[in-house]
C-alpha cells in the first residue's frame, strides 16, 4: 500500500464540536516515507456545475479525479488534496473560514491578512484530514502502522497551492497572508504537514492561479504593498517563490467581466517588477489555452487536465 486516495468530510476546525465546519477532500497521499513525500499539492475548487451534460465538465468536477490529475502532473512522490468550498448558496462556492467577510456568493470584500485566517484553518483542516486517512487505514489493515501524523520525516515537504475558478480566492487570501508572515528556516522542520500558520506560508513555493474569475472585482490580487512585502521577505531570506498564472478564453476574454483581464495583467505588471527587484528569486509566468477556441463552460473545466506544469523534484 504505497499510496491511499479517497474522499472525507473533514472538520476545518482543530475539533469536531458540533458546530464544527466541514470541506470534503479528496486526498491522494503517499504513504512511505522512504523516499518522503516531496510536495504538498493544495487545489481549492470552484462553484458548483451540476447536470451539465457535458462529459470533460461532469469529469473533471469530481475531487477524486482533479486530485489523480494532479499526481499524474506533479509526480507521483507528491501527496494532492483537493478542497471544496465549506459552504454553498445555490452553486456559489462560500470560502468564509478562509477568506472572512466574503458575501454569500463568496465575494471576497477584501483580502486582510490579519490573524492569518486561511493559514489556520489550511493547517487544521490538513491534520484534521491526516487523523482520519489514519483511521480509515487501521479499519482496513490493522496490522499496518503507517504514523502518518506522528511520523517523523527529514524535512516539510515543500507546498503548491491552486486554485481554479472562485476557488482564486484562498489562493488571493493566501498570498496576502505570506507578505505578513515571518521568515522561518524550514531545513530542520519535520512532518508531512505543516503544523502552524508560519510553517505553511514559509514552505509555500509555487501559486498557479488557474482559470480564476468573479462575478465581482477579486479575481486576483491587486494589491501593490503586497507584492511588494513579499519581494522584502525573499530579500531577507524567504524562500524563493513562482507565480503560475494560467487563463482560457472564458475568463481572459469576457467582455462583460473586463475587470478579470485587468485585475490579472496588473498582478502580472507588479510580479515582474519584483522578480526584477528579487533577481529573479521572484519569477512569474502567463499561459494562455485554447486560444483558437470560442469561449465556453469545457474549456473553463478542461484546463485543469491541460496543466502545463513542472514536475516536483524527486518525482
Not at 98 to 115: L, Q, W
Not at 116 to 141: D, F, G, H, T, Y
Request: glycine letters at 8%; aromatic letters at 6%; charged letters at 25%.
Amino acid at each position: 500500500m504505497d499510496r491511499w486516495t479517497g474522499v472525507l468530510r473533514v472538520p476545518v476546525q482543530p475539533n469536531r464540536s458540533p458546530a464544527a465546519v466541514y470541506c470534503r477532500v479528496a486526498a491522494s497521499l503517499r504513504l512511505s516515507a522512504v523516499p518522503p513525500p516531496s510536495a504538498n499539492l493544495m487545489f481549492f475548487t470552484g462553484d458548483r456545475v451540476e447536470g451539465s451534460g457535458n462529459p470533460v465538465v461532469d469529469r473533471l468536477s469530481d475531487l477524486s479525479t482533479i486530485a489523480d490529475v494532479l499526481v499524474s502532473k506533479f509526480g507521483p512522490s507528491s501527496n494532492a488534496w483537493v478542497i471544496e468550498a465549506p459552504a454553498f448558496h445555490g452553486p456559489f462556492s462560500v470560502y468564509r473560514e478562509f477568506v472572512p467577510g466574503t458575501n454569500r456568493y463568496g465575494e471576497p470584500k477584501s483580502y486582510d491578512p490579519s490573524g492569518l485566517p486561511a493559514s489556520a484553518s489550511l493547517v487544521s483542516l490538513l491534520r484534521n484530514c491526516l487523523v482520519q486517512v489514519e483511521e480509515e487505514i487501521s479499519k482496513r489493515k490493522k496490522d499496518i502502522a503507517i504514523g502518518l501524523v506522528s511520523s517523523p520525516l527529514c524535512c516539510l515537504p515543500r507546498t503548491i497551492i491552486l486554485g481554479f475558478s472562485k476557488g482564486g480566492t484562498v489562493i488571493n487570501q493566501l498570498v496576502a497572508e505570506l507578505s505578513q508572515a515571518e521568515v522561518l528556516s524550514l531545513g530542520l522542520l519535520c512532518g508531512r504537514v505543516p503544523s502552524t500558520k508560519e510553517e505553511l506560508l514559509n514552505s509555500i513555493e509555487e501559486v498557479h492561479y488557474v482559470d480564476v474569475g468573479l462575478n465581482s472585482s477579486g479575481a486576483y490580487i491587486t494589491d501593490g504593498s503586497v507584492i511588494t512585502r513579499i519581494a522584502e521577505r525573499v530579500a531577507r531570506g524567504g524562500k524563493s517563490i513562482r507565480f503560475i498564472l494560467h487563463g482560457t478564453p472564458r475568463q481572459w476574454g469576457d467582455k462583460k467581466r473586463a475587470w478579470i483581464r485587468r485585475e490579472k495583467d496588473r498582478l502580472l505588471r507588479l510580479l515582474d517588477s519584483a522578480s526584477r527587484q528579487t533577481d529573479r528569486r521572484i519569477t512569474v509566468t502567463e499561459k494562455l489555452y485554447f486560444a483558437d477556441r470560442p469561449p465556453d463552460l469545457q474549456m473553463h473545466f478542461e484546463i485543469i487536465e491541460k496543466l502545463e506544469v513542472d514536475p516536483v523534484a524527486g518525482s
